[in-house]
């Protein structure tokens, strides 16, 4: 993977802000309604964006959710389009970002560690 430079850092935040407020407002999909959008990487060329999202709370299946962005992405690109002036508009391809779900389960884990490791002293 390559270092972002500046420029796509700024123009990933831009489509990132975007790309939030069209699924937040223009898509109908009952699916996409606990959609967050967490982060977007742009390429040097800034030709491809990848939109990475999260589900808010338990609500919703993943799967699902990267289906039907999926199905949706060339409707999201005209829009983008229509909101930012880029030379190109860059192609979407959405990403579910597990992220999340894995820091909770580590942090889970450790407090699992943590509680067994009390339970060790007090017994001794």
Do not use: C, W
């Amino acid at each position: 993977m390559y270092q972002q430079t500046e420029r796509t850092r700024r123009v990933g935040e831009l489509i990132k802000r975007e790309v939030a407020e069209i699924l937040r407002r223009d898509l109908e999909a009952d699916s996409l309604k606990f959609v967050n959008v967490t982060a977007v990487t742009v390429s040097r060329d800034l030709r491809n964006a990848t939109v990475f999202f999260t589900l808010i709370g338990d609500k919703g299946d993943p799967e699902t959710a990267a289906s039907d962005l999926a199905h949706a992405r060339g409707y999201v690109r005209k829009l983008l389009g229509a909101r930012v002036r880029m030379k190109r508009t860059p192609d979407i391809h959405f990403k579910y970002d597990d992220s999340v779900t894995r820091g909770f389960e580590l942090s889970k884990l450790i407090d699992s560690v943590r509680h067994d490791d009390a339970e060790t002293d007090d017994n001794e």
